[in-house]
Structure formats: structure tokens, C-alpha cells
């Protein structure tokens, strides 16, 4: 099996704190990813382990479904997620926080595992057609909710 790992950075001018607390409420993804419906499986705290049903848009399939769970919880510098996708399998993203001056760098690396076959047909094609520009999207579109709050 090969791992993949994908990374987009953004830097926002917005306190740490608070960029880590809209970040890592997952049911606040929606409203800077197009398309995805996130909904806790249980009420609960955000905590490793808590879960989630997920469904987003992926290419031109819409409501693909997937399972989320909290993977990383570590305020304020670090969150992460798993989701279970459907063709992938499990899909990790965390996200850093690093503080300067008055502003956050915020780095989410994607990793996901396959065979060496798919992994050139993902690096080669799906990434840089779909994946990529996804990624870049939701990043820009959270840089804009983030200073929106200023």
C-alpha cells in the first residue's frame, strides 16, 4: 500500500482561539465546503472519538455518503478527523494552528492509503483535476468565514 499525503496551507488574520473552536466544530464544515451535509451522530462535546454523518459532493456525485470521527483534539493547535469514504476508505485531515502575531498559518494535511496503482492514477489525475481545486476552494472559503468574524 502506498500513503498519499496532500497539504494546503492558509493564513488568516483572526485570534487563535477562535479559529481553532470554528475549525473543529465540525458541524460548521458546510458553510465553507459546498455541497456537504454534516450532522452528529450523538449530542455530545467535541472529544476524540465523537462521530458524524457526513455527505458531500464529490466530482459530480452529490450526497456520497461517509462516517467522520474526531481523530485529533488538542486546543488550540491541533484538529483532526477521519472519514470513512466509500471508494478511498479511511481519509484522515488534521489541521494545525500556529499563532503569529495577531494572526493563524493554518495547515490541513490529507492522508489517505492505496495501492500503488491508484495512488499514481490519484496523483497524477484525480488530485490535480478534483481533489486539488476542492481543497484550495474550502480553504479560501474558510479564510473568508474566519475574517468575516473579526
Given amino acids: 500500500m502506498t500513503i498519499v499525503i496532500k ?10 482561539e477562535s479559529t481553532f473552536e470554528y475549525v473543529s466544530d465540525l458541524s460548521r464544515h458546510p458553510e465553507w465546503n459546498g455541497g456537504l451535509k454534516m ?12 462521530e458524524y454523518a457526513s455527505y458531500g459532493v464529490v466530482a459530480a456525485q452529490k450526497d456520497r455518503p461517509n462516517t467522520v470521527r474526531v481523530s485529533h483534539y488538542e486546543p488550540p493547535y491541533k484538529f483532526g478527523f477521519v472519514s470513512k469514504d466509500p471508494d ?5 485531515h488534521v489541521f494545525t494552528f500556529s499563532a503569529q502575531d495577531e494572526d493563524v498559518f ?28 476542492s481543497m484550495n476552494r474550502s480553504m479560501a472559503a474558510l479564510k473568508v468565514k474566519l475574517e468575516e468574524k473579526i
Avoid: C, D, W
Fill in 39 to 50: 450532522e452528529a451522530i450523538e449530542p455530545s462535546s467535541i472529544a476524540v472519538g465523537k
Fill in 106 to 133: 493554518i495547515t490541513r494535511a490529507m492522508t489517505v492509503e492505496m495501492n500503488p496503482v491508484m495512488a499514481f492514477i490519484f496523483q497524477l489525475f484525480i488530485y490535480p483535476l478534483i481533489g486539488g481545486p
Fill in 7 to 16: 497539504t494546503n496551507q492558509v493564513h488568516v488574520h483572526a485570534a487563535l
Fill in 88 to 92: 478511498f476508505g479511511e481519509v484522515s
